[in-house]
């Protein structure tokens, strides 16, 4: 379990208790700068707000959130405010700060330009062989070809790794990204054939490699696992192919999954691409009320569930769940036709949970009883390179979900290409990707990327703490694991645990390890190089989004120097400018939003059924340009920095969450009023969900609201979206036009409040002191 100071007291704290409780926390003593640091360090001068003005000296580690930049030297990039961030999130561990005025006033931090990275040489030259990109010379090459020739490229690339019915044209890609143009539109290998499940799986057979792992099951219980060869994963992806073919499922209907992380997930995405069926996957940790609402949004024909699982200790009813869902959509005017339920053979859950007894008998069909009996031989339905594969719904910053379309040929090169390129993937590599097929990372790098490459997956059941936070270095040891992929999240929460759990394995055979979801800070960074890949492995740190559905920024292993925190540069084909608020383009050192100047194979190609919904979210706000939602700052390297999202998402653990829906979440409760949500730094989820709730005329606030305000969230998105913070509110901060004020209630949720700025467009004014008051309350 992680270590961190439970966060209502973290924020209720004045600033020298907070570094006493964080240093406490963390058992580290400030440390003196290194030879190293003395060479590079540099000051940065930091304003401190009346209310934090007591004497500090600590490690940056112990220093956060209160401080506003004031000026900074230029190895440090442009100034800006940052807020909420520890200043440990930008610098290294070693830095400290060497004098407080112990009164508001100027603060000077030493820091160091960046962590010193201790890199074994050897064994980058060991991983440097099995890479595909040698050095930046080779990168900018492809690179520009990429975008100077895409047809060519990216044709090159399909006609050599991938099966084609039919070939795509010479001249196969074609886009529009402008709004003033008319649609807007991305098309790409026009003309060609193809089939993704059989270049995921009938081709390796096919080449003799049937007999190869294809995936690895790793049960939540370790000592629960096996192994299925691709022929074996071909076979049973065919045998769902019919059963699905049997009850009337063909190309173009869409079919939703909602599965906890067994085989017969990825099995069953794969059965749908098979046959030209749309696969919708709801992440097993939303409730009944999102699924209902994503299975009547794309009209699903089919429901595959599960009947339970074990996440650690805790059992999930799934079939309970899906069940609730499947009525709801029915009064909703959606039932659906056909439900194939996956009974969960682990002998830890209780037989009585998922027990279907209150389940209509012909309701459904058990997997095991309907499946086994099918032939395992199945057609291929050919596709064309734009027919849909798969939907996924995200949250944006306003509205419901939206179902991201991805189809065929552009996605499949794309993750395929990705895969091989970010992860130096060989065939038959041990590949371990620790997200969920429920989100788009499990889509891209689970069910199909590594698959077309060849590889070997291991699919996790479980969670990286149970039973013990060794858990994935023992798993890593076993299976001889040679890429490792996991979330920042994941990382910290690991380091938190403390080195002991990591000591006394063998991680010799990783040769990458990959990052993805949220910023990792470079605390996290180091100990991951360190201490888990013990300055051995690079570190693959790749930015990307459900819309770009595959890697667009991201440091290809050994082919040039890795910076803790950045991204670094686009891959083939990516062109990612910087915006200022006018839309204009930033050019060298800068900061803006981060937009995409021309489309990529797997580019989102709609949001499913709402075109119009499709090119506001995206086009409209920088008119001939794909805008990403994220900020970015660019050095004097031309090495990007993500510095997250811009708009009303919220990113915890690396699950996107619209602050519209938890408001709306909220004020289902008949005693909430009015809610505004908003982000704020967390720990070790990146960031939290703090709520402003107004609670309706009369009634009282209370302890037992609050737990039952979050129990409205997790009834109607999932427990992964539950507030943190429950901050009452007698009103909230708008503007005489009536919209809410986020900003200032941003820098509340921050302990900013000396920092609002200007507050002279509120309405009332005075709800800023309410608001203070009511925080910890
Ligand atoms: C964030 C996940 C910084 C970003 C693949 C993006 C990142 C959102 C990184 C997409 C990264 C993802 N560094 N931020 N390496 N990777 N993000 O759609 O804010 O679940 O917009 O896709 O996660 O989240 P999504």
Same mark, same amino acid.
């Given at each position: 379990?992680?270590?961190?100071?439970?966060?209502?007291?973290?924020?209720?704290?004045?600033?020298?208790?907070?570094?006493?409780?964080?240093?406490?926390?963390?058992?580290? /003593?400030?440390?003196? &700068? =290194?030879?190293? +640091?003395?060479? *590079?360090?540099?000051?940065?001068?930091? !304003? $401190? #707000?009346?209310?934090? /003005?007591?004497?500090? &000296? =600590?490690?940056? +580690?112990?220093? *956060?959130?209160?401080?506003?930049?004031? !000026? $900074? #030297?230029?190895?440090?990039?442009?100034?800006?405010?940052?807020?909420?961030?520890?200043?440990?999130?930008?610098?290294?561990?070693?830095?400290?700060?060497?004098?407080?005025?112990?009164?508001?006033?100027?603060?000077?931090?030493?820091?160091?330009?960046?962590?010193?990275?201790?890199?074994?040489?050897?064994?980058?030259?060991?991983?440097?062989?099995?890479?595909?990109?040698?050095?930046?010379?080779?990168?900018?090459?492809?690179?520009?070809?990429?975008?100077?020739?895409?047809?060519?490229?990216?044709?090159?690339?399909?006609?050599?790794?991938?099966?084609?019915?039919?070939?795509?044209?010479?001249?196969?890609?074609?886009?529009?990204?402008?709004?003033?143009?008319?649609?807007?539109?991305?098309?790409?290998?026009?003309?060609?054939?193809?089939?993704?499940?059989?270049?995921?799986?009938?081709?390796?057979?096919?080449?003799?490699?049937?007999?190869?792992?294809?995936?690895?099951?790793?049960?939540?219980?370790?000592?629960?696992?096996?192994?299925?060869?691709?022929?074996?994963?071909?076979?049973?992806?065919?045998?769902?192919?019919?059963?699905?073919?049997?009850?009337?499922?063909?190309?173009?209907?869409?079919?939703?999954?909602?599965?906890?992380?067994?085989?017969?997930?990825?099995?069953?995405?794969?059965?749908?691409?098979?046959?030209?069926?749309?696969?919708?996957?709801?992440?097993?940790?939303?409730?009944?009320?999102?699924?209902?609402?994503?299975?009547?949004?794309?009209?699903?024909?089919?429901?595959?569930?599960?009947?339970?699982?074990?996440?650690?200790?805790?059992?999930?009813?799934?079939?309970?769940?899906?069940?609730?869902?499947?009525?709801?959509?029915?009064?909703?005017?959606?039932?659906?036709?056909?439900?194939?339920?996956?009974?969960?053979?682990?002998?830890?859950?209780?037989?009585?949970?998922?027990?279907?007894?209150?389940?209509?008998?012909?309701?459904?069909?058990?997997?095991?009883?309907?499946?086994?009996?099918?032939?395992?031989?199945?057609?291929?339905?050919?596709?064309?390179?734009?027919?849909?594969?798969?939907?996924?719904?995200?949250?944006?910053?306003?509205?419901?979900?939206?179902?991201?379309?991805?189809?065929?040929?552009?996605?499949?090169?794309?993750?395929?290409?990705?895969?091989?390129?970010?992860?130096?993937?060989?065939?038959?590599?041990?590949?371990?990707?620790?997200?969920?097929?429920?989100?788009?990372?499990?889509?891209?790098?689970?069910?199909?990327?590594?698959?077309?490459?060849?590889?070997?997956?291991?699919?996790?059941?479980?969670?990286?703490?149970?039973?013990?936070?060794?858990?994935?270095?023992?798993?890593?040891?076993?299976?001889?694991?040679?890429?490792?992929?996991?979330?920042?999240?994941?990382?910290?929460?690991?380091?938190?645990?403390?080195?002991?759990?990591?000591?006394?394995?063998?991680?010799?055979?990783?040769?990458?390890?990959?990052?993805?979801?949220?910023?990792?800070?470079?605390?996290?960074?180091?100990?991951?190089?360190?201490?888990?890949?013990?300055?051995?492995?690079?570190?693959?740190?790749?930015?990307?989004?459900?819309?770009?559905?595959?890697?667009?920024?991201?440091?290809?292993?050994?082919?040039?120097?890795?910076?803790?925190?950045?991204?670094?540069?686009?891959?083939?084909?990516?062109?990612?400018?910087?915006?200022?608020?006018?839309?204009?383009?930033?050019?060298?050192?800068?900061?803006?939003?981060?937009?995409?100047?021309?489309?990529?194979?797997?580019?989102?190609?709609?949001?499913?059924?709402?075109?119009?919904?499709?090119?506001?979210?995206?086009?409209?706000?920088?008119?001939?340009?794909?805008?990403?939602?994220?900020?970015?700052?660019?050095?004097?390297?031309?090495?990007?920095?993500?510095?997250?999202?811009?708009?009303?998402?919220?990113?915890?653990?690396?699950?996107?969450?619209?602050?519209?829906?938890?408001?709306?979440?909220?004020?289902?409760?008949?005693?909430?009023?009015?809610?505004?949500?908003?982000?704020?730094?967390?720990?070790?989820?990146?960031?939290?969900?703090?709520?402003?709730?107004?609670?309706?005329?009369?009634?009282?606030?209370?302890?037992?609201?609050?737990?039952?305000?979050?129990?409205?969230?997790?009834?109607?998105?999932?427990?992964?979206?539950?507030?943190?913070?429950?901050?009452?509110?007698?009103?909230?901060?708008?503007?005489?036009?009536?919209?809410?004020?986020?900003?200032?209630?941003?820098?509340?949720?921050?302990?900013?409040?000396?920092?609002?700025?200007?507050?002279?467009?509120?309405?009332?004014?005075?709800?800023?002191?309410?608001?203070?008051?009511?925080?910890?309350?």
């Amino acid at each position: 379990m992680s270590r961190c100071i439970p966060t209502k007291r973290l924020l209720s704290e004045s600033l020298s208790e907070r570094i006493q409780n964080q240093t406490t926390a963390r058992q580290t /003593a400030p440390q003196p &700068l =290194g030879a190293t +640091d003395r060479r *590079r360090q540099f000051s940065d001068v930091y !304003r $401190i #707000s009346k209310s934090d /003005a007591r004497p500090v &000296l =600590g490690t940056l +580690d112990t220093v *956060r959130m209160t401080f506003v930049r004031t !000026r $900074i #030297s230029a190895a440090a990039g442009p100034a800006r405010p940052f807020r909420g961030q520890t200043l440990s999130q930008r610098f290294s561990r070693s830095s400290r700060v060497i004098r407080s005025p112990g009164r508001a006033g100027n603060l000077t931090v030493t820091a160091s330009k960046s962590p010193p990275i201790h890199i074994d040489r050897q064994a980058y030259a060991a991983v440097a062989q099995s890479a595909f990109v040698k050095n930046m010379d080779e990168y900018r090459a492809m690179y520009d070809r990429s975008v100077k020739d895409p047809d060519g490229f990216w044709r090159d690339i399909a006609l050599e790794n991938f099966h084609w019915e039919t070939p795509p044209n010479e001249k196969h890609a074609s886009f529009n990204f402008d709004v003033r143009e008319g649609p807007i539109f991305s098309s790409w290998f026009e003309g060609g054939r193809t089939n993704v499940a059989y270049n995921a799986l009938d081709r390796h057979v096919q080449a003799g490699n049937g007999d190869r792992a294809c995936f690895i099951f790793e049960g939540n219980d370790p000592g629960r696992t096996y192994s299925l060869t691709y022929a074996q994963v071909l076979a049973e992806v065919s045998r769902v192919a019919n059963w699905l073919r049997s009850v009337g499922v063909g190309k173009g209907d869409t079919v939703a999954l909602y599965m906890p992380m067994v085989c017969e997930l990825p099995i069953a995405m794969l059965a749908c691409a098979r046959i030209g069926a749309i696969h919708s996957v709801v992440f097993g940790g939303f409730s009944a009320d999102a699924l209902a609402s994503r299975m009547v949004d794309c009209q699903s024909k089919v429901l595959i569930t599960s009947t339970a699982v074990m996440r650690g200790k805790k059992a999930i009813n799934l079939s309970h769940i899906a069940r609730e869902g499947l009525g709801i959509a029915a009064q909703q005017g959606h039932r659906v036709p056909n439900v194939l339920v996956h009974r969960n053979e682990d002998p830890a859950l209780d037989p009585a949970l998922g027990a279907l007894g209150d389940w209509e008998p012909d309701s459904y069909s058990i997997w095991q009883d309907v499946v086994p009996g099918q032939s395992d031989c199945s057609d291929v339905e050919w596709m064309d390179a734009e027919d849909p594969l798969f939907l996924l719904y995200t949250s944006g910053s306003t509205g419901k979900p939206k179902g991201v379309l991805h189809t065929t040929a552009g996605y499949m090169v794309y993750a395929a290409t990705t895969s091989k390129f970010s992860f130096a993937m060989q065939p038959g590599d041990v590949f371990w990707c620790t997200a969920d097929c429920g989100w788009i990372t499990g889509h891209s790098y689970l069910a199909y990327g590594p698959l077309i490459v060849g590889a070997t997956n291991v699919v996790f059941e479980g969670v990286p703490t149970y039973p013990t936070p060794s858990r994935c270095w023992e798993v890593i040891d076993q299976l001889k694991v040679k890429q490792f992929y996991t979330a920042p999240t994941a990382i910290r929460s690991l380091m938190r645990s403390g080195n002991e759990h990591v000591e006394g394995f063998d991680l010799s055979s990783l040769h990458i390890l990959g990052t993805v979801g949220e910023p990792i800070n470079p605390e996290a960074w180091k100990w991951y190089h360190e201490m888990v890949g013990k300055g051995r492995c690079p570190i693959v740190d790749t930015w990307w989004q459900t819309e770009t559905a595959g890697h667009m920024i991201v440091p290809l292993p050994t082919a040039w120097e890795e910076k803790p925190g950045s991204t670094s540069l686009p891959f083939f084909g990516v062109e990612p400018v910087l915006v200022n608020e006018k839309g204009e383009e930033l050019e060298g050192e800068a900061e803006g939003y981060l937009c995409i100047k021309s489309s990529w194979p797997s580019a989102i190609r709609s949001v499913y059924g709402d075109q119009d919904r499709f090119e506001t979210t995206y086009f409209a706000p920088f008119p001939g340009y794909y805008f990403s939602g994220d900020g970015a700052r660019r050095d004097q390297d031309g090495y990007i920095w993500i510095t997250g999202r811009v708009d009303d998402v919220i990113n915890v653990s690396g699950h996107r969450i619209g602050s519209a829906e938890v408001e709306s979440a909220l004020v289902a409760h008949d005693s909430c009023a009015e809610a505004a949500v908003v982000g704020y730094e967390h720990p070790v989820k990146g960031q939290g969900i703090w709520a402003f709730v107004t609670l309706v005329e009369g009634v009282e606030h209370s302890d037992d609201l609050k737990k039952e305000l979050v129990a409205e969230v997790r009834t109607q998105i999932g427990p992964f979206a539950s507030p943190d913070i429950i901050h009452w509110a007698p009103s909230l901060p708008k503007t005489r036009s009536g919209k809410i004020m986020r900003r200032v209630l941003r820098k509340i949720a921050s302990f900013e409040e000396e920092q609002l700025g200007d507050t002279s467009t509120l309405a009332d004014p005075s709800v800023v002191e309410m608001l203070i008051h009511f925080r910890g309350k």
